[in-house]
């Protein structure tokens, strides 16, 4: 349930409603936004028993929430959220780019690669440490090496470091050395791990499951955020469909969707959903058409010799004259690069 308040009430006013919630043991989640102030009701609202909200001093009315994700709703924050990793901003007007190859191979593949990106105006380097791939026999990456690279290369270029996370002992690692912990589409519903980088407090970029429901990926970021932790980003990356063109079916409609029915900022991610180098450009600007707040692409030196994604990776040229058709794209729908 979310309480909303009259236009022009008094702090005094929300502070005897948060108290009477509390005393009641429920939680209360406050938004003041430009239009309204709403207090979202964490917990069983039956504790209530006879209290009637709506006759409280301030209160304009009350409006049950239908979802069984309540933080990650939009009813819960109308305007919507933004998270901040380090002073960039995701889910303001300016798009976020985050780039880099799939896996982390050497300091010197990921400082090229690194370098590349940063000048065609990412903010965000990417790369993966612990790679958990279909086949056990493939690369699985250096590990927590692999996220001192990444954090050695992110200090030299000022790009800030996001990495995948696949198990909840790798957190402690994961948080020394990333600005942003991923959860990839295969742990969407690790519910231990989600919990856990709930606790973190660090800012997570949760994908989509291969296989899940919008309303299942919206339930999964409510894990996080039920734990304190509101600095949750939603990556679109293409779910499994009966298509065997590209490696997955980017869900572009999925965009305007969580617009709707969540506050939290969505970014796309072309790579994974295409599987050919080829589709990766189309694709993007389509999720910015879309209204997406930024993407994350596979950008690789050389990715004829790349050790995983080989196929869907960009080389540094194509991903600069990507960026170049995306802030296009992205000033026609009213954002910025």
Not at 53 to 61: H, I, N, Q, S, T
Not at 87 to 93: A, C, D, M, N, R
Not at 104 to 111: A, F, K, N, P, Y
Not at 293 to 310: C, Q, R, T
């Amino acid at each position: 349930m979310i309480i909303l308040m009259k236009k022009g009430c008094t702090q005094k006013e929300i502070a005897s409603i948060v108290e009477v919630l509390k005393s009641h043991g429920l939680g209360a989640n406050l938004s003041e936004g430009q239009q309204a102030t709403v207090i979202g009701v964490l917990g069983d609202k039956s504790k209530l028993g006879g209290v009637n909200l709506e006759l409280m001093d301030g209160v304009e009315k009350c409006v049950p929430i239908m979802h069984s994700y309540k933080l990650a709703s939009r009813e819960m924050t109308p305007e919507g959220r933004t998270v901040d990793v380090g002073g960039v901003v995701i889910g303001g007007k300016r798009l976020v780019m985050m780039a880099g190859p799939c896996a982390v191979e050497s300091e010197e593949q990921v400082r090229e690669a690194a370098l590349g990106v940063k000048a065609a105006g990412a903010q965000f380097l990417r790369g993966g440490a612990y790679k958990p791939r279909t086949s056990p026999y493939a690369f699985q990456g250096l590990e927590d090496e692999g996220y001192r690279i990444l954090r050695r290369v992110g200090d030299e270029t000022g790009l800030k470091v996001v990495s995948e996370i696949v198990s909840h002992d790798e957190i402690d690692a994961a948080c020394k050395y990333c600005d942003m912990l991923q959860i990839g589409a295969r742990n969407m519903q690790n519910f231990r791990l989600l919990r856990e980088v709930g606790r973190s407090g660090k800012p997570v970029l949760l994908k989509r499951g291969i296989a899940s429901t919008i309303e299942e990926w919206l339930d999964a970021a409510e894990y996080i955020m039920s734990e304190g932790n509101y600095n949750v980003v939603l990556c679109e990356r293409g779910i499994r469909t009966y298509e065997t063109a590209t490696r997955n079916t980017l869900d572009v409609a999925a965009v305007p969707v969580v617009r709707e029915r969540s506050c939290l900022p969505i970014l796309i991610d072309p790579s994974h959903a295409a599987g050919k180098a080829a589709y990766v450009g189309p694709m993007a600007l389509a999720g910015v058409a879309a209204g997406a707040d930024g993407l994350i692409i596979e950008v690789h030196p050389n990715p004829k010799v790349a050790m995983s994604d080989a196929a869907q990776q960009l080389t540094i040229p194509a991903y600069e004259s990507l960026t170049k058709q995306i802030a296009a794209v992205a000033a026609a729908v009213g954002r910025e690069m």
